[in-house]
């Protein structure tokens, strides 16, 4: 089955920082976007950040910018996403997912765009 596998959640204090990991099942992340989502209790799944298969280009939500950094390191086929500062609205699961057919070097932070999608993990910011 071809899928993500997220870890690296848990429970953190504001301004914490956390470091999710995102593994590749059953293929390589060569030539592939990533893409980081996370869905809250009773809202829609929004893109957090993503990185293009050449790794040269990223794109954050605004939401996140300048608090969470994304690389990939396809000698290892892992994606990390590391998150700083974290507040209490970050609270969500968070979904690591792959784009297997880029049309460009751009990648998106819209959810459809992506195939391959994990169970996710959970982050909780609370005091």
């Known amino acids: 089955q071809l899928r993500t596998v997220e870890s690296g959640g848990g429970l953190v204090q504001p301004g914490g920082s956390l470091k999710l990991s995102c593994a590749a099942s059953?293929?390589?992340?060569?030539?592939?976007?990533i893409g980081w989502f996370r869905q809250a209790p009773g809202k829609e799944r929004e893109g957090v950040s993503c990185?293009?298969?050449?790794?040269?280009?990223?794109a954050d939500a605004a939401a996140v910018k300048g608090r969470f950094t994304l690389s990939r390191d396809n000698a290892k086929n892992m994606v990390y996403l590391q998150m700083n500062s974290l507040k209490p609205e970050d609270t969500a699961v968070y979904y690591c997912?792959?784009?297997?057919?880029?049309?460009?070097?751009?990648?998106?932070?819209?959810?459809?765009?992506?195939?391959?999608w994990g169970q996710g993990t959970q982050v909780t910011v609370s005091s």
């Open positions: 990185i293009s298969f050449s790794g040269r280009n990223i």
């Open positions: 997912a792959v784009d297997r057919n880029p049309r460009s070097d751009f990648c998106s932070l819209v959810p459809r765009r992506y195939d391959y």
């Open positions: 059953g293929f390589t992340l060569d030539y592939k976007h």
